[in-house]
């Protein structure tokens, strides 16, 4: 067994499902299960068990897994003594960022990062931040982008940007009252979102009226509909730069504006580590550098 194949078990822990593992891995599902038989051959033992709900670790499979986490743990600490002494920065983050941070921002913001820390090896999971969330708080995660207020976080919260809840619609409308003669296009949300949004209906006599909902899985969905005429969104700006139709900022009747926050929420003692705290300062820049 290998660095890959200890990865390969780490990963199936995580994602008990073999598609969603391949596709991590990049790799495809044949490919993933001739490496699984292959260490199940090299090791004599049956490692996991399928099922319609995912892969189950036997206990064998466990015993492996066990192993492959110290290991592959064990590498890590061993490396960072090492570069410690040669004040080079490497190691892992196990970094979670929400799909739309990710969409939208990721790529051109870890080249940055990438550039000024090659040898720091970013694991990126990709989620609903509700669910990122649930993943820090059991310690799966180092760090996490979020989007949205987590009130009972009582680790450390670094604040990166504020941005404008908007309505987007594409076709003539004269009056807010004219949207309930068009479909609502919407998205799973969080809760808070989701509240925040059905207030500013409210206020404005639209949650009762609304002529039909299309509900899609992503922003990006939503805001293609709207350009094809098919209804109205409220959407956050992020998703907007390149929509040529109305765009309003939403207000509630008080006069606040309806917006959404986005931190870096990371555990405290995670900072003595190298690669988290070049992180977190690089986070900090790039915020100084976004607000500039």
């Known amino acids: 067994m290998d660095?890959?194949?200890?990865?390969?078990?780490?990963?199936?822990?995580?994602?008990?499902?073999?598609?969603?593992?391949?596709?991590?891995?990049?790799?495809?599902q044949s490919t993933l299960s001739k490496r699984i038989r292959s260490i199940e051959k090299e090791l004599s033992?049956?490692?996991?068990?399928?099922?319609?709900?995912?892969?189950?670790?036997t206990p064998a499979g466990e015993v492996a897994l066990k192993h492959a986490q110290a290991i592959m743990e064990h590498k890590e600490q061993?490396?960072?003594d090492i570069d410690s002494l040669k004040n080079i920065v490497s190691g892992t983050i196990k970094l979670g960022v929400s799909v739309n941070f990710a969409h939208?921002?990721?790529?051109?913001?870890?080249?940055?990062?990438?550039?000024?820390?090659?040898?720091?090896a970013t694991h990126i999971h990709t989620n609903q931040s509700r669910d990122l969330y649930k993943l820090l708080l059991k310690n799966t995660l180092?760090?996490?982008?979020?989007?949205?207020?987590?009130?009972?976080?009582?680790?450390?919260?670094?604040?990166?940007?504020?941005e404008r809840i908007c309505l987007i619609y594409n076709n003539e409308i004269q009056t807010l009252s004219d949207l309930n003669n068009l479909p609502y296009i919407t998205r799973e949300t969080d809760t808070n979102m989701e509240h925040a949004v059905?207030?500013?209906?409210?206020e404005n006599n639209l949650s009762q009226n609304i002529k039909s909902d299309i509900t899609v899985d992503g922003i990006q969905t939503v805001v293609n509909m709207v350009k094809e005429n098919l209804g109205w969104a409220i959407v956050p700006e992020i998703c907007l730069e390149n929509f040529t139709g109305t765009v309003k900022p939403l207000f509630f009747n008080d006069g606040m504006p309806l917006e959404r926050s986005t931190y870096l929420l990371y555990q405290p003692n995670l900072k003595?580590?190298?690669?988290?705290?070049?992180?977190?300062?690089?986070?900090?820049?790039?915020k100084e550098a976004f607000h500039e």
Request: aromatic share 16%.
């Open 272 to 286: 003595v580590l190298p690669q988290i705290d070049a992180f977190i300062q690089f986070m900090t820049d790039w």
């Open 3 to 28: 660095d890959k194949d200890y990865e390969l078990l780490i990963l199936l822990s995580k994602t008990n499902n073999i598609t969603h593992t391949a596709e991590q891995l990049y790799i495809s």
């Open 198 to 202: 059905i207030r500013w209906l409210n």
């Open 142 to 162: 180092d760090a996490a982008i979020l989007r949205g207020d987590f009130q009972d976080w009582t680790g450390n919260k670094l604040f990166l940007y504020r």
């Open 78 to 80: 061993m490396t960072r």
């Open 104 to 120: 939208y921002k990721l790529p051109q913001f870890l080249k940055s990062f990438k550039n000024q820390y090659p040898l720091v």
């Open 45 to 57: 033992t049956e490692l996991l068990i399928r099922s319609r709900q995912g892969v189950h670790f």
